[in-house]
């Protein structure tokens, strides 16, 4: 592994060796609590191998042990949770917590699951250990860039940056929103490292790709929309890096790392940083004049995704019943419990660590301008100013005060 390490060798096998995928009902129990924190664990460092270019030992765990599958599984069990059972759990009238961090836990976890799957799919032998699990993370890839697709023509996601009127509970699904954009960007880039593979893909999932759900036309859509592209005060930004970005004039011309290759957009600037696409231009121009053969009519058996129908068979009709499991035995947590945890993540998100894997320099968390000072007490937000940090305390400081206290339990 790279000079930082977050996990040695034999503690990243045990972790790996210990993935399990979840019902429903469990998660947010403890021992799902531990699972997500190994994942987080397994992800960060998976990125810091990726970093370092030497090796990817993490990769090579998943695929040597068949962990791949149960990622897999484990994603869209979230995805479900987030669509059926969290929207009921808001809406329970003795639902009213004081903190909502073991909430975001679990609305984090499809975050945490599809960046560690877009950190390894780039090899092609962990989209063939996926089995056929990757017709299912096909499907997932496609609703996640439907929603895309539709959410494009309503403005861009929500800023980061909320109200200081907002609830606990109004600012956690304002950050669920915009996790969902940031997971349906981070979808794409799975589904073109499935692409990749297409010489050992099966035919159920060129079909799944090319005819059920007609992925080319979607991703021209997408195109179209530019939804990672947006202008503000008559300035471009892009969405990379997990945040609005503003390009410089002399960079707008250039490929972002989302812009595809498609015949309505091979122009002549494309084709100069690319020539190598002239060649795709002549035959989707070709394309377009041929006659379309007539569709054969001959008995196809093919295989289907089973996760997400199999999870809403075992548990339709009991949403309400875990929405309310849930609030009593997972998301009631003691004071005593939430410092407890919040030491646990003190543990797992290693300011070094996170230092190292970051982007770029950490932005306030006031008003996003980049920052150099750091809160003095629990060294988790970053501010510009002194000014924006007294602003922000009123938001801040229960999370401060929380995670201060977990420290001097250590």
């Known amino acids: 592994m790279g000079d930082l390490e977050l996990l040695l060798p034999g503690e990243a096998e045990v972790l790996v060796r210990s993935l399990r995928s ?6 947010g129990s403890e021992r799902w609590n531990q699972q997500h924190e190994n994942l987080e664990k397994l992800n960060i460092q998976a990125i810091l191998d990726a970093t370092a270019s030497q090796g990817e030992p993490i990769q090579e ?7 791949i599958p149960t990622l897999v599984e484990e994603l869209i069990a979230v995805e479900m949770w987030k669509q059926k059972v969290f929207p009921v759990l808001c ?11 073991p909430i975001y836990m679990v609305v984090h976890h499809e975050a945490s699951i599809i960046n560690l799957l877009e950190t390894v799919f780039f090899h092609k032998e962990v989209c063939e250990s996926a089995e056929d699990t990757v017709l299912d993370l096909v499907d997932y890839c496609h609703r996640k860039l439907t929603l895309l697709v539709a959410r494009s023509g309503h403005g861009s996601p929500p800023e980061e940056e909320g109200s200081q ?3 606990p509970m109004q600012e956690l699904q304002k950050q ?19 692409t990749d ?11 799944r790709i090319l005819s059920t759900h007609n992925l080319p036309c979607l991703l021209v859509e997408l195109l179209q929309h530019s939804p990672w592209s947006r202008r503000e005060a008559g300035k471009l930004q892009r969405f990379e890096g997990g945040c609005w970005q503003t390009v410089a004039p002399s960079e707008q011309q250039k490929l972002s790392k989302l812009d595809g290759q498609l015949q309505a957009f091979l122009t002549d ?7 190598n696409l002239a060649d795709l231009q002549h035959f989707l121009t070709h394309l377009a004049l041929a006659e379309p053969e007539a569709p054969k009519k001959d008995l196809v058996l093919e295989q289907i995704p089973e996760i997400w129908e199999q999870l809403e068979r075992e548990n339709r009709g009991k949403w309400q019943a875990i929405a309310k499991h ?3 035995h997972m998301f009631s947590a003691s004071e005593q419990d939430l410092r407890l945890q919040a030491r646990r993540w003190a543990e797992t998100y290693r300011l070094d660590v996170l230092e190292a894997v970051a982007p770029e320099r950490p932005r306030c968390a006031y008003c996003s301008a980049e920052a150099s000072k750091r809160c003095s007490r629990c060294q988790n937000e970053w501010y510009c100013c002194r000014e924006c940090q007294v602003k922000h305390w009123e938001k801040h400081g229960k999370a401060c005060v929380l995670a201060a206290q977990g420290d001097r339990v250590k």
């Not at 809406?91 to 961090?101: I, V």
């Not at 996790?179 to 490292?193: D, G, N, P, Q, T």
């Not at 600037?269 to 020539?275: A, E, K, N, Y």
């Open 22 to 27: 979840f019902p429903v009902r469990e998660m």
């Open 165 to 167: 009127d907002n609830t």
């Open 61 to 67: 765990l998943l695929v040597t042990h068949g962990k």
């Open 176 to 194: 669920a929103e915009l996790m969902e954009f940031e997971i349906a960007l981070k979808a794409l880039s799975v589904l073109r490292y499935i």
């Open 326 to 328: 849930q609030l009593r």
């Open 269 to 275: 600037t494309l084709l100069d940083q690319l020539p």
């Open 197 to 207: 593979c297409m010489d050992s893909l099966s035919l159920s999932t060129l079909n």
């Open 91 to 101: 809406k329970l009238e003795d639902f009213k917590p004081q903190n909502t961090f």
